[in-house]
């Protein structure tokens, strides 16, 4: 079965650094999302992209949060200047029209 | 109060039972999700519905949509079952999907 690649599987990084966690979402998929879950907590919409730009995002998706499809092929989620707050396992997911969805197995990320 | 409800939060079952778990929402869906999470943390989609019923091998989901609710059906449950069991809903007229707590589910040989 075609897969949703992450990566890094974990990311260590100072409060105040920017990050770039990396997908490779299902090839012909069309619709590319971000989530994120904070430890113990249920799982978050962070952010929606289709035809290359922004569809839909949450409260969460501020201005220290944005992504990118650079190069057909990738799908970036890059917080800019990160706080203790965003240590979470962050999800990308794909899909196609009337499909199920297809997640990664998850960027842990660890703020300290 | 949450917009996606699941019950039980918590549910414990022998092997070979049959398990029912719940979910209800309070808004507008052009979809309703089924996931599953394993202890992990990784995501699988079990399924999409949008109306009716589905099933794959030992898994039944339903949907009343005139009632808000869904239920997700485990026949002949097998320790392997054992994870956290996601209902998500798509929101209508956007692609936001809005999730419940999740079902811990533990299957005893």
């Known amino acids: 079965e075609p897969e949703v690649t992450q990566t890094p599987s974990h990311q260590v990084t100072q409060m105040g650094q920017e990050v770039i966690l990396r997908c490779v979402p299902i090839?012909?998929?069309?619709?590319f999302y971000w989530y994120r879950q904070i430890l113990g907590q249920k799982v978050e919409f962070l952010v929606s992209f289709y035809n290359n730009e922004i569809s839909e995002k949450s409260e969460i998706f501020d201005d220290q949060f944005s992504v990118e499809r650079p190069d057909g092929s990738n799908f970036t989620l890059k917080i800019r200047s990160t706080k203790l707050e965003d240590s979470a396992m962050y999800f990308c997911?794909?899909?196609?029209?009337?499909?199920?969805?297809?997640f990664g197995s998850g960027t842990q990320l660890s703020v300290l | 109060k949450n917009e996606v409800e699941q019950s039980p939060q918590n549910l414990t079952a022998q092997e070979g039972e049959f398990i029912t778990i719940n979910c209800s929402y309070s808004?507008?869906?052009?979809?309703l999700h089924w996931l599953q999470q394993h202890p992990g943390g990784g995501i699988v989609s079990l399924f999409m519905l949008s109306s009716g019923k589905k099933k794959h091998g030992r898994l039944i989901a339903t949907i009343n949509i005139q009632e808000k609710h869904s239920s997700l059906h485990i026949t002949a449950s097998h320790p392997r079952d054992s994870a956290v069991y996601i209902c998500?809903?798509?929101?209508?007229?956007?692609?936001?999907?809005?999730f419940g707590t999740g079902t811990r589910l533990q299957v005893f040989p």
């Open positions: 090839s012909n998929h069309l619709y």
């Open positions: 997911a794909s899909t196609g029209i009337g499909e199920k969805l297809f």
């Open positions: 808004v507008g869906i052009s979809a």
């Open positions: 998500a809903v798509v929101a209508r007229r956007t692609d936001k999907l809005i």
